[in-house]
């Protein structure tokens, strides 16, 4: 089986363009609106993807070289990175985000194919394969997109957004501190997913459109409706990342 990625890096590239395409729509006074997450401006959210497409290059440098280049120094320097990418100049931020996003771009196009096997570590200390770097870059661009407040998870691909709740519920897996919560799609594919670790109470099942499951799963507005079936209403879900 290849472990070159296939899917995840167009789905990352167009949701790098989805962003890019949302950041030039902003005014420049539009960038120090707030954005979705608490604390954060949309320049804060702009900042942070173009600081997560570096430490994503890190990681490529890491499974290119063997040499252990990790995310982030630590989470002082990414708090810090973060905070002053977002004082910049509007022409600075955006000229920051494209200049981070085509280097991010050229280290995934040019990895060797044996090199997407190599062992790395995530900013949380997880040890992943090279090959879900992608993937990696594909949440934070199609939901950071979200985030600024302008489009929803209805302009997020059908596919991204199954894979997106896939992606919830095996971090969910072992979890104690979330509900039960049975996601039921109303799409044509029914797909069904578990939320939270098994036994105890009865689940909740929540059940609506795949952009309005993603958009619940990873905490985000949801663009339609949703119905519960159980006990109670909606529950409402933990930080997902």
Not at 90 to 96: F, G, K, Q, S, Y
Not at 122 to 129: E, F, L, M, Q, S
Request: with cysteine.
């Amino acid at each position: 089986m290849s472990t070159v990625p296939g899917a995840t890096l167009d789905w990352a590239a167009k949701g790098t363009a989805a962003f890019e395409a949302t950041v030039d729509w902003l005014t420049d006074s539009g960038l120090t609106k707030p954005s979705s997450l608490l604390g954060w401006s949309r320049a804060h959210v702009i900042a942070h993807v173009a600081r997560n497409a570096d430490a994503l290059v890190n990681l490529l440098t890491w499974a290119r070289t063997g040499v252990e280049t990790p995310m982030y120094a630590d989470a002082g320097q990414r708090a810090h990175e973060i905070e002053a990418g977002a004082r910049q100049s509007a022409d600075a931020l955006r000229a920051d985000l494209l200049t981070a996003d085509a280097r991010l771009a050229g280290e995934l196009a040019g990895l060797p194919d044996a090199c997407w096997s190599a062992t790395v570590r995530t900013a949380r200390g997880r040890a992943v394969p090279a090959f879900e770097v992608p993937w990696m870059r594909v949440r934070e661009v199609w939901v950071h997109t979200v985030d600024l407040n302008v489009t929803t998870f209805d302009d997020v691909p059908r596919e991204v957004c199954a894979a997106l709740i896939d992606d919830v519920a095996a971090a969910f897996r072992t979890r104690r501190d979330s509900a039960r919560v049975v996601l039921r799609s109303e799409d044509s594919d029914s797909r069904v997913w578990s939320l939270g670790a098994p036994g105890g109470a009865e689940p909740v099942t929540v059940s609506g459109d795949l952009s309005s499951l993603a958009a619940y799963a990873t905490g985000r507005p949801v663009p339609g409706p949703l119905h519960s079936r159980g006990p109670g209403s909606v529950p409402k879900l933990p930080a997902w990342l």
